[in-house]
């Protein structure tokens, strides 16, 4: 599976290419945003909650690296 490295302020977070069962999981979530906290969450073995507590500075930087991988499989455009 592959997989990508991502530089945040205070560590270094491994994020992995998203499944069908992320996604299914993920669209169970009300609006966007929580949708995207679900997967960025499932793909870096983070929970929720430390994905909510963080800056939005690497938020941004994992919603990134989410966007890769979707757009890549054409999810996403």
Known sequence: MKS???ELSDRNVEMFEPTVR???NANLKDGE???AVAMIAATTNMTENEIE???LKDYMALQKGLN???EEAGVTA
Do not use: N
């Open 22 to 24: 992320v996604l299914k």
């Open 53 to 55: 507590d963080m800056g």
């Open 4 to 6: 990508i490295k991502i």
């Open 33 to 35: 945003v929580a949708q």
């Open 68 to 70: 890769s991988f979707l």
